[in-house]
């Protein structure tokens, strides 16, 4: 009995599972197409997706935006992202706008004797005021006691002053180089030159030296025979500071201050 169970138990299955192995090959192949093809589809969904992020990552870079680069460790830019227009406004801008006046003759005046030279040169152009104009000291200027260099200077900091300054500093040299013009012998200003200069250094002060200039008759001139010219090293340049037309009635005193050594501002 327990031989006949154990063997209908052993068959039962069998019998039972048979339809459903008949009907499995009958349906299996379309289950399995459609499980394939759901996947197929998912796997195309995924690569899209994919494509996507990348397309999405790499968009930043198009942009311009900084991208870190792992294997180099740096950042690249696109220069195309910068503001070009604004950069062509501020180089306009730059282009119109008029050379200013800060003085300057740079190494052809690196001693006073030079700086000499060239103002003797300067007063026989026919461009007076273009040559003369670089050698001076436009913040410090100080001429028979005004201060014009105060105001130089402070209209120098504010951007809306700097033309007029640059006005203000054409006129007056153009009106005080003129002196050459009044000259009676013009042959005067050469024997000026040759014998009229002399260099004298202030005691204890390597950043100044004191030029005296024994200048021709001229007309109509109310100023003394010889004029002191103040030259104060600026870096390694030497620049007028100063000038007194009447030096025996104004005492040096608060003598500007210069670079102590030559490139040194």
């Known amino acids: 009995m327990r031989g006949e169970a154990r063997a209908g138990l052993v068959h039962l299955p069998l019998i039972l599972l048979a339809p459903a192995l008949l009907i499995a090959p009958a349906c299996g192949k379309k289950g399995s197409d459609s499980t394939v093809k759901t996947a ?101 200027l100080e001429v028979d006691g005004d201060k014009k260099g105060d105001r130089w200077a402070l209209m120098w900091a504010d951007l809306r002053q700097r033309s007029k300054r640059d006005d203000e ?18 042959h005067a200003l050469v024997a000026a030159r040759m014998n009229g200069i002399g260099l004298q250094p202030l005691p204890g002060r390597n950043d100044v030296v004191a030029i005296v200039f024994k200048h021709p008759r001229l007309r109509d001139d109310a100023t003394e025979q010889s004029w002191r010219l103040l030259a104060t090293r600026r870096g390694y340049e030497w620049l007028i500071s100063r000038i007194d ?8 005193r608060n003598v500007p201050r210069g670079s102590e050594s030559a490139n040194r501002i």
Do not use: Y
């Open 40 to 140: 197929r589809d998912h796997s195309k969904k995924a690569q899209n997706h994919g494509k996507k992020d990348r397309t999405a990552a790499k968009k930043p870079e198009t942009a311009g935006a900084a991208a870190a680069d792992p294997a180099k460790g740096s950042e690249s830019i696109d220069p195309a992202a910068s503001t070009s227009a604004t950069a062509d406004e501020i180089m306009g801008e730059r282009r119109n706008r008029k050379p200013a006046i800060i003085g300057g003759c740079a190494e052809s005046c690196a001693t006073p004797a030079k700086l000499v030279g060239l103002l003797f040169e300067g007063f026989t152009a026919r461009d007076r005021v273009d040559k003369l104009r670089g050698l001076f000291d436009w913040s410090m």
């Open 169 to 186: 500093i054409h006129a007056w040299l153009k009106g005080w180089a003129s002196w050459v013009d009044r000259i009676e012998d013009k």
């Open 245 to 252: 037309h009447a030096p025996s009635k104004r005492p040096l």
